[in-house]
């Protein structure tokens, strides 16, 4: 156990609808990082908080957004989905601080677009 | 940008043999973090091993090594004594240390150990 939560496990949906997928980092953890986990793309870097701020930003869509609330924990949102947005979302967490910053994974949520 | 690369995209072995997962990288970053992660069949990405760039000496865990070539930007796993338990998917990481710190990951080796 890695001490990262993620909820839902599973969410089926459908096409145009929206869905937020929610992280708590370990504790003591100030960095919350999400990753998309798709078949034709493999393990993707959507985006990094550190405590409450947004530091960094990969491929992440238009249609998706983040915060990170003042408690540490994350949400994710997804909008106008579509059947290529089903996939592996994880959340990481680290420490934030430089020269220790292994990524904790939590165990996923499965996104199926129907 | 950096890339990773894993050139076997699966491969097998007998319990209790040794096998050697390959990894190679590009960056022009100098100090930077390089990883393996496991993910078994359950889907949850676990940290295998973990190697700074700045250090000479290979990183090790108990039964699982790397070997660290900085120059040939290459950065193999070694797993010894292979158990059932082994059988994932092998994915190589890389994060630099300054900017945006972003594990970036190469296409993962299925990796299964017969009995």
């Known amino acids: 156990d890695s001490g990262v939560t993620q909820t839902p496990k599973h969410l089926i949906t459908a096409t145009g609808q929206r869905v937020t997928l929610r992280c708590s980092p370990r504790?003591?953890?100030?960095?919350v990082y999400w990753y998309q986990q798709s078949l034709d793309q493999g393990l993707q870097f959507l985006i990094q908080?550190?405590?409450?701020?947004?530091?960094a930003k990969g491929n992440i869509l238009e249609r998706f957004s983040a915060q990170q609330f003042p408690d540490l924990h994350s949400e994710l949102n997804l909008s106008s989905l579509e059947l290529g947005d089903s996939a592996l979302y994880f959340c990481?967490?680290?420490?934030?601080?430089?020269?220790?910053?292994?990524?904790?994974f939590g165990p996923g949520t499965r996104l199926t677009v129907l | 940008a950096q890339t990773v690369t894993q050139s076997q995209p699966e491969m097998s072995v007998q319990e209790a043999e040794t096998v050697t997962l390959s990894c190679t990288y590009d960056?022009?970053?100098?100090?930077?973090?390089l990883f393996w992660y496991k993910q078994p069949p359950s889907r949850q990405m676990i940290l295998v091993i973990r190697?700074?760039?700045?250090?000479?000496q290979n990183a090790t865990e108990n039964r699982f090594s790397v070997n660290f070539q900085k120059a040939a930007k290459s950065f193999s796993l070694k797993i010894s004594d292979s158990q059932l338990g082994d059988t994932a998917m092998y994915f190589c990481?890389?994060?630099?240390?300054?900017?945006?710190?972003?594990?970036?990951f190469g296409q993962g080796t299925r990796l299964t150990i017969n009995p």
């Open positions: 990481a890389f994060m630099k240390i300054q900017g945006a710190q972003k594990l970036v």
């Open positions: 990481a967490s680290s420490s934030g601080q430089l020269n220790t910053d292994t990524q904790y």
């Open positions: 908080y550190y405590n409450g701020e947004e530091r």
């Open positions: 504790s003591g953890d100030l960095s």
């Open positions: 960056t022009s970053e100098s100090n930077y973090y």
């Open positions: 190697q700074e760039a700045y250090k000479q």
